[in-house]
């Protein structure tokens, strides 16, 4: 499981970083402290996700496999990432 989890983690960081890049920086960098702004939107980006990924990975490890694997939850994601994915 946590392979997945660091498979999912480290796409949806490269599709909203990647989204940042082509769609943000450009504005933010025309902008006095543009540049500052856009390493501290990154740095927000890769520790909210990163945090969020190892809360995942804990909470599946603290059920040591008697997890049940919520399909709700696994569709919602799915929802999440196409969206993100579909708008850069």
Do not use: T
């Not at 390493?39 to 980006?45: E, H, I, Q, T």
């Not at 709700?72 to 999440?80: D, G």
């Amino acid at each position: 499981m946590d392979a997945v989890l660091a498979r999912r983690r480290d796409r949806a960081i490269a599709i909203i970083l990647s989204v940042k890049e082509r769609e943000v920086d450009a504005m933010l960098r025309s902008l006095p402290g543009g540049r500052d702004a856009s390493d501290a939107l990154r740095k927000v980006v890769l520790d909210q996700v990163n945090e969020l990924a190892d809360l995942a990975s804990d909470l599946v490890q603290a059920h040591s496999g008697a997890v049940v694997f919520n399909e709700y939850f696994r569709e919602r994601l799915e929802e999440i990432y196409e969206a993100v994915k579909s708008s850069g």
